[in-house]
């Protein structure tokens, strides 16, 4: 039997400018799918479309539990470059519940494999970066055992994205790629996170594509932090800024 999926961290709100729920939309239907965290991490100002950064310094007014769900609001970071650089000044990670960063071709500058790889590590080594979104969507071209060597010695978690898997993203690497990811991450006993992506109230805690690719890995159920909303927030609080 499936255990029950308790969490999912990476939804996008009517905020980020191209998804189509707002945020009480999002947190009835977590709530409806009986979540315990509901996390939503509006783009970073790299995305066309996306929020303000004032809209990241105004969280404090939204209140943290509706009932018996936690609400965690934060930010999708993008990573802009081969050097890791990140598009929102450290001023506001403080004040932000998750800190997210990964790829988007809109706003990516990539190079070599090698290049790539450096760039990614350089994010996941961030002293507030606490999950890279979507590693194996086929975005950049990258190397997997040193990310997850990396994420390893950091505590920064990988997320499993369902929605790279969606064949209409047309990420045609998305399947292989995310398949790589969880050998190595099963090797080298490093814990993921499954991410929906959700742009639509409907699509929050979704992770359908996800479950055939688990099972073909025969990935560790205590591996997948979704299932244990204590580990999850025990292993994302160690990255507060510390460096």
């Not at 081969?82 to 004040?95: F, M, N, V």
């Not at 997948?224 to 292993?235: A, Q, S, T, V, W």
Request: overall charge negative; hydrophobic content about 40%.
């Amino acid at each position: 039997m499936m255990k029950k999926i308790s969490l999912d961290v990476h939804t996008h709100t009517i905020m980020s400018g191209h998804a189509y729920s707002t945020m009480q939309e999002m947190v009835a239907a977590a709530q409806q799918k009986k979540l315990d965290i509901l996390g939503i991490t509006e783009h970073a100002p790299g995305i066309p479309g996306t929020c303000a950064p004032i809209y990241f310094r105004n969280l404090h007014v939204v209140p943290r539990q509706w009932g018996d769900l936690r609400l965690m609001l934060g930010v999708e970071l993008n990573i802009l470059d081969t050097k890791g650089t990140i598009d929102l000044d450290e001023h506001y990670y403080s004040q932000l519940d998750l800190r997210i960063a990964g790829i988007h071709l809109l706003c990516w500058q990539g190079g070599t494999v090698e290049e790539n790889t450096a760039g990614m590590i350089a994010a996941i080594r961030h002293p507030w970066i606490q999950i890279i979104s979507h590693p194996a969507d086929g975005t950049a071209d990258l190397l997997f055992e040193p990310i997850v060597l990396a994420a390893k010695e950091t505590g920064t978690l990988l997320e499993i994205n369902n929605s790279s898997l969606n064949p209409r993203r047309r990420k045609d690497s998305a399947h292989a790629n995310t398949l790589e990811l969880l050998r190595l991450c099963k090797r080298y006993e490093v814990p993921v996170v499954l991410g929906s992506d959700a742009h639509i109230s409907f699509s929050i805690a979704d992770y359908d594509l996800t479950w055939p690719l688990l099972a073909e890995t025969s990935f560790p159920d205590e591996l997948i932090l979704n299932y244990c909303p204590e580990r999850f927030l025990k292993h994302i609080e160690q990255k507060n800024g510390q460096g």
